[in-house]
């Protein structure tokens, strides 16, 4: 899942980055406004993580901004205001959550997934392809009841395939959505990464649930046409 | 009863009923008197008309008494009573009326007329007069010289029935009774209504205060329509309630302020450390997390301890230890600790200071000050800008002026320069200053007697004025050494 983190506090960039980074999610950062519009506008974002005092823009000028070209990409909003009149602006604007500052890194973590979900229309953390379950709550894969252990990143690659659960996702899909804009256009990572997870998630001949697609992508789907 | 309304309803009522009381008393009496006098006139016509009757001729009294021309004194009932009196109270005539009774003046008065209530003897109330005088005959006594010859004097006593005087004062005094009545319960019905309606207008002031509360200090008291006495009043609760919400918004503002400037801190230290522990990490990672968490510390100290510093100031708790200060020497030493910085920005800087220039003061606040406006020169002069530093000792009073190049500053923006955590810059995002430094600067300032004034010079150069305030403090004054 690719996310924008739209924060002007050097301190916050660096921890709420760190953080989300070692989860899994592919993670822009900018401390200014007007960037942080250009970012959202220029790029597909599973969750917008938006602060509201920003240098160059503030943050309901860009929400509004988003909102006006049709951009729907969930936007929840950090900051230190906590009045009821700011929470009902943000909401009020477009915002798909608001959570104030100080606040628990776990409690940002579960907002983010639950608006990742709610973006792909998925109303619980649970998501099944036949006998492969996916919790995406305690980040936990199990096949055929057998746990399976991913990396953060092959665990983040397995939900997004199983969100667009019957599309074909092409490579730079995944390395939009899942290896940000760190990946050289000429390396194989995207294989490498589909490889080692057919590898985990069908072991010992289990019925290969991840198909190719030949020049358009990949397919997560149990009975593939 | 510690109510405008019941003390005026009480007071109004028995006022009334004092003046009503009073009336009625009155009216009853002046009636009575006229009533009397008219009576007794009666009484003393027949008294004088009985006495013209009377004759003395040698030594004896008669009264010549045509019964048939007064009847009234012949008997029956409301009859007339008359008796005539020797000087020595020898009963000479009655009226028949009386028969075997008699009337019993006193005869050791020596008034020529004399009035009196008595009981009748048919057991009546009347009213009689004795008039004594000397019969007509006697020549030798003339009534001018009564007292010398009372020896040769009559008394005279007429008596009427006082029974129709009594009935005419008794329906005057039923009638004034029942006026009376209504008069009273007409004052207790109409007293409180127009004391409810008289201060209704203070009710809906009452009514208007009560309404207004911490949440709706916007509100105020209606100045149309309202009595004189009422206007002077609500004008300056207007004014009150305009001053009141002023300090209530500074002070939400305030609230909000050191909210976020705490807030966000305390996010950074909170993710920081739940990051840190979650994926502890190599050990530079966690070098650096502590170097945060203590940079952190040191912010929040920092505020803390402006806030301190504030309120301290603003409680007149703030300790100052006046020594002799000489300015131009602390103003370098000052910008000894700036100049690198100065020279990264590559500022043009002009000192125009009288280098003699003394003055007795708190070194620690007057450091502070001095230290908050030349280091905000250097921090918000944009680079390649200018500062000017100019220290007036030859004026009266003294003068220091900070001036630098500034962007984007308007004149709207400067009387909020000394506002606590006010920045120019709407994401509060310079971590270098919290935005109390200013407001520091001017409550020290204050402590030590001074002012603090800040203008835009032009458009692009902000200046800082300090001198001695108004009410100049004897610390406050600079001394120039005189020339030797």
Known sequence: MRLLLIEDSRRLQDSIGRGLRKSGYALDVTGDGSEGLWFAESNSYDTIILDLMLPGLDGLTILRRLRQKGNNAPVLILTAKDTVDDRVRGLGLGADDYLIKPFAFEELLARIQALCRRHYERPTALLAVEDLEIDTAARTVRRAGKTVDLTPREFMLLEYLAARRGQVISRSEIEAHIYCDSVDLASNVVDSAICSLRRKICPDGDRPLIHTRRGMGYILESNPP | ?484
């Open chain 2, 1 to 484: 009863m510690n109510s405008i309304r019941s003390r005026l309803t009480i007071g109004l009522l028995v006022g009334f009923c004092v003046l009503w009381t009073g009336a009625a008393t009155a009216l009853y009496l002046y009636f009575r008197t006229g009533l009397l006098a008219e009576f007794d006139t009666t009484l003393l016509a027949n008294a004088q008309a009985l006495a013209a009757l009377t004759h003395q001729r040698n030594g004896i009294f008669e009264l010549d008494f045509p019964g048939e021309f007064i009847p009234g004194f012949e008997g029956g009932p409301a009859a007339n009573y008359f008796q005539l009196l020797s000087a020595n109270g020898k009963i000479i005539d009655q009226s028949p009326s009386l028969g075997v009774s008699h009337l019993f003046p006193s005869t050791d008065s020596t008034e020529i007329l004399q009035y009196l209530d008595l009981t009748l003897p048919d057991g009546q109330r009347g009213r009689a007069v004795s008039l004594r005088f000397i019969p007509q005959g006697n020549e030798e006594a003339p009534d001018s010289q009564l007292d010398k010859h009372l020896g040769a004097s009559v008394i005279l006593t007429v008596a009427l029935h006082r029974a129709g005087l009594d009935h005419r004062l008794g329906i005057l005094a039923t009638a004034l009774l029942v006026v009376g009545g209504l008069l009273a319960v007409s004052t207790g019905l109409g007293v409180p209504l127009v004391v409810h309606r008289g201060l209704s207008p203070l009710q809906e002031v009452a009514e208007h205060a009560s309404r207004i509360d911490v949440e709706s200090l916007q509100l105020r008291f209606p100045s149309s329509n309202l009595p004189t006495e009422l206007q002077p009043i609500c004008g300056r609760l207007n004014e009150l309630l305009a001053r009141l919400q002023a300090s209530f918004e500074r002070e939400r503002q305030f609230s909000a302020d050191v909210a976020h400037e705490l807030r966000t801190p305390i996010a950074e230290l909170r993710s920081l450390a739940e990051v840190a522990l979650r994926w502890p990490g190599e050990p530079a990672a966690s070098t650096s997390a502590l170097k945060e968490t203590l940079e952190i510390a040191m912010q929040m100290g920092t505020i803390v301890n402006g806030l301190l510093s504030l309120a301290r100031c603003e409680a007149g708790l703030q300790k100052l230890d006046t020594v002799p200060v000489r300015v131009a020497a602390l103003m370098r030493e000052i910008w000894e600790s700036l100049a690198d910085l100065a020279r990264e920005k590559r500022l043009a800087i002009f000192w125009n200071m009288a280098e003699d220039g003394s003055m007795e003061t708190d070194l620690a606040l007057f450091r502070s000050i001095l230290i908050n406006l030349l280091s905000n020169a250097v921090d918000y002069s944009p680079a390649g800008g200018s500062i000017h530093i100019c220290v007036k000792t030859e004026t009266v009073p003294w003068q220091i002026d900070i001036s630098n190049s500034v962007t984007d500053l308007t004149p709207a923006d400067v009387p909020h320069l000394f506002e606590r955590f006010w920045r120019r810059d709407p994401a509060r995002s310079a971590s270098s200053h919290s935005g109390l430094g200013l407001a520091l600067t001017r409550v020290f300032a204050k402590s030590l007697g001074l002012e603090i004034a800040a203008y835009l010079t032009t458009t692009d150069v902000l200046t800082f004025t300090l001198r001695p305030g108004s009410s100049i403090r004897e610390e406050a004054t600079m001394k120039i050494p005189t020339s030797t």
